[in-house]
Each structure stands twice: as structure tokens, then as C-alpha cells.
């Protein structure tokens, strides 16, 4: 089995999702963004206020490339790596790329108290909702395999795990 790179917007429950199932597989985990904020020393909006979003792109696509090459396990990716065809490229050739899927409006709601995402300065969620639009068809056509991200945490854990005995 190569890795299982979990790919979606903010809020659809890649990092709770590709820990638990990681844990119960007995498999590594691995979150690019953690390994961004680990490798920068500063947190993902520290790093898109002093440095920019190019960079934190490119150090973005580090993470997946760095990652890619690792022992095989379980990927949470930040809600824009697939936005990236190299990024794509990198998860496809060393695994199984899943797309956690997520109603706007539910994204709208899990995130409602998530101060630290500049996306979300709408309590309406009208922001969020125009880019869950905008990457739809974006993640679609990066994903192998779309689970529904809805539901209880464990349901989702079983549909994800579900992708790793067919992998």
C-alpha cells in the first residue's frame, strides 16, 4: 500500500480523520501543515502575514514532496495542495488520493468558531461557500476515491478505511 493522502476543504476533518484511522491501522500520520509550521517555526497565518502565500505555497509543496517519499501512511493535506498539479502528480504517483466531501454548509458550521482563518471574518460563511465552489471541481478531478465527510467522525473512519482495504 502506498500513502492514502487525504485532500478537501478546511474543516471537513482531514487531520481528526487520517489520525484516528492512522492509529487504528497502526500507520504512520503525516499533516502537511504541521510539517510546514514545524519546518518554518511560525504557524500557517504568521506565515501568510510575514511571508506571503507564494511561500507558504511553495513550502506547501515541500511538505508533499518530503512526504511522498516517506514510509507509506496516512496524509492529512492543507484545504490548497491540490490545487497545485505538482502536488497532485506527487500524491497520485506514491498513493491513493481521497477526497474527504463536505456540504459548504456544513463547513459553515464545523468552522463557525475558528478565529484563525481569515476566510471565515463572515459569520454567514458566504466566503467559504464561493471557494468550496470554486475547488469542487478541482478536488474531483485530483481525487481517486470521494467519501462523504459528513456524519458522525467514526462513520467517516470507516469509509476512509473502507479506501485502505481496496488500496
Known sequence: MGHLWLIGMMGSGKTTIGAAVASRRSLPFYDTDMIVERDAGASIPEIFENLGEGE???MESLAVSTTARAPAGIVATGGGVALDPGNVAAMRASGTTVLVDVDAGVLTERLRD???RPLLADPRGIGLRAITADRAELYRA???????GAGSIEAVCERVEAVCRRS
Open 142 to 148: 485530483a481525487a481517486d476515491v470521494v467519501v462523504d
Open 114 to 116: 475558528a478565529g484563525d
Open 56 to 58: 507558504f505555497r511553495r
